[in-house]
């Protein structure tokens, strides 16, 4: 760390050109006490990366040699790894949370740093040895079950996803640049990022909850950095910068580059330019004629650098636009930008160094060319960027510390496949439940276990130096334990009074087709066939009331061949108090009476058709009343004949023979008295009807009055 009053020593190393500054820290100040700029002798760096160390370090060694004529021996160094070098990404992932319980901090910390892993890997691209740095990410959205959301914590749903984006500085450049800073005999005093340090001398902590972009206008790229909710959320780069211009003016006026480079920055502060072409002619030009003719040109680049701040903030404008660098001279550039991104004018402007406070500079210039060099200065001082050493799973992790660095960080940086860390889960079963289909999922893994240092800890939890970290991957899931009664709706059990006596109905399972019980646990595969207790018939079937359900079913004959039905003979059910039909719903609670029919004989059913199976008449004969009866009517059932006290059955099958109604005469009494002829008589007997003489053959009629007469014997 360097201290008070001690020279600071510091470089920015550009695309175009390096910079050196001496700078010294007094009591309530830094004082800036000498600045030297000068250009690569050749093309020596690309977009921020050190492609030809030789080159770059012949460079810093220049500046610092006439630096230490001047300030004495120079040996540490602030430097800072270029913006332009940073790769933004963005990524998403979705992930199924079916069945989990409610969403924590954690899962969604573990659902993000899957996404960043992602994003990590497309930075990559095809070298997935290529290591980068996760200087920052933010979140651009939550999704659940498809739908935008706020916050995924203590959320429910079927599918969870996230977007990030995600910034990332490629090892390599890291590596180049202190293999520069060594050829240069110098050591790495303090390291840090060209925006971050630009960002911390304009911005300060205070103002960081802002939405501000910053945007470093150099030669051959534009950097933007981005703040919200007090932190750095996002870093990006424009490969078009003041080169544009300056090839722009190049062509229209016919200029060598460097003439036009000379005559861009005239128009900043000039009503008018002096230039001279390529054929030799000199020209004087109003500025606003030339502005006119590279209007274009301008705003192209402001289009550019707006459409990267909209990307990386989440396609929102932001409160406010701050330019740097030489580039941010390029006349109505902040203009043409606020215009772009729908600001008012005010709110997009160049801030120079005279915009950092505690800084003074002795009689030297103060554009925006000098905030960066000055920041890598002051951003060494306050908040130098150090290499972290932490443990992971036993294997050594040194990373950029461009932010306060968590567990996760460490994990990422490490390789750990985020996604693979949770417990998968349990693998499901299929069953079949009354014909359909069902997949029972497994049980939701478990989140993995951290350790730091030996204590449990979370994704977030900041780590310092020789921290040690232990991941363990969660548990998987189990297959599930799933009983036939967890499939079924709370109440299927009913309770009834049935002739006032309190029954239990439970539904009817069988499992594979054998009988089984709602405690039984299921297996891939079962089939399960529930038979619910819906009607009255279903209750009496399962209590085993067979005869019941028999005789409340209509009673029916088949008289010759006719089907023939008695409702008389049917039997009754009564659902509290009201009659009902066997196929009635039975409820919870319900009084069932079951009232059984009389059975039937066959004098009883012919009697309800109104049909007779004998006649009979009641006369008198020789003084004593005689009942006489002839059969009617002939009824068998399978052949067998019937009489009229037999009993008959739902279903018979009977035959009926009606005869042909013939009378009643003299010689039918005979089949129902005796006859004792008298022993004192002789010759033939009369036959009398109602004291008239009659003959065997002669009709009678109820209430006849019939009589045999004998002839006396006289005795002398």
């Given amino acids: 760390m360097v201290k008070k009053n001690q020279k600071i020593f510091a470089l920015d190393i550009g695309t175009r050109s390096v910079v050196g500054i001496i700078m010294e820290e007094m009591d309530d100040h830094f004082q800036v006490s000498d600045i030297l700029i000068e250009e690569h002798r050749e093309r020596a760096m690309l977009d921020g990366q050190i492609h030809d160390v030789p080159a770059v370090a012949a460079v810093i060694t220049s500046i610092k040699s006439r630096l230490e004529d001047a300030h004495g021996p120079l040996r540490k160094v602030c430097v800072a790894a270029a913006g332009r070098a940073l790769r933004t990404e963005t990524a998403s992932i979705t992930s199924s949370i079916k069945g989990k319980p409610l969403l924590k901090k954690d899962d969604v910390l573990h659902l993000e740093f899957g996404a960043v892993q992602e994003a990590q890997a497309k930075a990559a691209g095809d070298d997935a040895g290529h290591h980068y740095y996760c200087v920052g990410y933010s979140v651009l959205y939550y999704r659940l079950d498809g739908e935008e959301i706020g916050s995924l914590i203590d959320q429910q749903g079927d599918e969870a996803s996230v977007e990030i984006i995600a910034t990332f500085l490629p090892r390599v450049v890291v590596d180049s640049l202190l293999a520069a800073l060594q050829r240069s005999g110098l050591e790495l005093e303090a390291l840090t990022l060209e925006p971050i340090a630009a960002i911390n001398v304009l911005i300060p902590q205070s103002m960081r909850r802002l939405n501000v972009a910053l945007v470093d206008v150099g030669?051959?790229?534009?950097?933007?950095?981005?703040?919200?909710?007090?932190?750095?959320?996002?870093?990006?780069?424009?490969?078009?910068?003041?080169?544009?211009?300056?090839?722009?003016?190049?062509?229209?006026?016919?200029?060598?580059?460097?003439?036009?480079?000379?005559?861009?920055?005239?128009?900043?502060?000039?009503?008018?330019?002096?230039?001279?072409?390529?054929?030799?002619?000199?020209?004087?030009?109003?500025?606003?004629?030339?502005?006119?003719?590279?209007?274009?040109?301008?705003?192209?680049?402001?289009?550019?650098?707006?459409?990267?701040?909209?990307?990386?903030?989440?396609?929102?404008?932001?409160?406010?636009?701050?330019?740097?660098?030489?580039?941010?001279?390029?006349?109505?550039?902040?203009?043409?930008?606020?215009s772009v991104l729908g600001l008012p004018e005010n709110r997009a402007a160049v801030r120079g160094v005279e915009a950092i406070q505690r800084v003074k500079l002795q009689g030297m210039l103060k554009g925006p060319e000098l905030v960066t060099p000055i920041g890598i200065a002051i951003a060494a001082r306050e908040t130098p960027v150090q290499y972290v050493t932490v443990d992971v799973n036993g294997h050594a992790v040194r990373m950029f510390e461009v932010k306060n660095l968590t567990v996760g960080d460490c994990i990422l940086s490490a390789g750990v496949k985020v996604q693979e860390l949770h417990g998968k889960p349990g693998k499901a079963i299929s069953v079949t439940v009354n014909g359909q289909t069902l997949s029972l999922p497994g049980s939701p893994g478990e989140p993995p276990s951290l350790f730091k240092n030996d204590q449990a800890c979370s994704f977030d939890e900041g780590v310092g130096n020789q921290d040690r970290l232990l991941v363990e991957k969660g548990r998987d899931g189990d297959e599930p334990v799933v009983t036939i009664g967890e499939l079924m709706d709370e109440g299927t059990g009913k309770r009834v009074y049935l002739q006032e006596r309190e029954l239990i109905l439970e539904p009817g399972i069988m499992l594979n087709g054998v009988p089984s019980g709602k405690e039984t646990v299921l297996k891939d595969g079962d089939i399960v066939d529930i038979t619910f207790i819906e009607t009255i018939a279903d209750a009496l079937s399962q209590l085993g009331y067979h005869d019941w359900i028999s005789s409340l079913r209509p009673f029916h004959l088949s008289l010759n061949g006719k089907e023939t039905y008695f409702p008389a003979f049917n039997g009754k059910m009564l659902r509290n108090g009201q009659e009902v039909k066997p196929t009635a719903m039975v409820h919870h609670l319900d009084r069932l009476t079951f009232e059984a029919p009389a059975q039937p004989t066959l004098g009883l059913l012919l009697n309800k058709k109104k049909m007779l199976l004998t006649k009979s008449i009641t006369i008198s004969f020789n003084g004593e009343d005689v009942t006489l009866e002839k059969v009617f009517t002939t009824v068998k059932r399978n052949g067998a004949e019937l009489s009229g006290e037999d009993l008959v059955f739902s279903g018979d099958e009977l035959t009926v023979q009606e005869s042909e109604g013939s009378p009643f005469i003299f010689q039918d009494v005979f089949n129902f008295v005796e006859i004792d002829m008298p022993t004192n008589t002789r010759g033939s007997f009369l036959l009398l009807r109602n004291k008239l003489e009659t003959t065997f053959f002669d009709e009678i009629r109820d209430g006849d009055l019939l009589e045999i007469v004998w002839p006396e014997i006289k005795v002398r």
Avoid at 239 to 250: K, R
Avoid at 306 to 317: F, G, T, V
């Fill in 219 to 338: 030669a051959g790229t534009s950097d933007v950095a981005l703040t919200n909710h007090g932190t750095v959320t996002a870093y990006g780069m424009v490969p078009t910068a003041g080169d544009e211009i300056t090839e722009a003016l190049s062509r229209e006026l016919l200029l060598d580059f460097p003439l036009a480079e000379k005559a861009k920055r005239q128009l900043h502060d000039s009503p008018s330019i002096e230039v001279t072409d390529i054929l030799g002619f000199e020209t004087v030009i109003p500025s606003d004629e030339v502005l006119r003719r590279i209007g274009a040109s301008i705003e192209r680049l402001a289009k550019e650098i707006s459409d990267e701040i909209l990307r990386l903030n989440n396609m929102k404008a932001p409160q406010a636009v701050m330019l740097v660098g030489g580039g941010s001279l390029t006349p109505g550039l902040p203009t043409k930008l606020a």
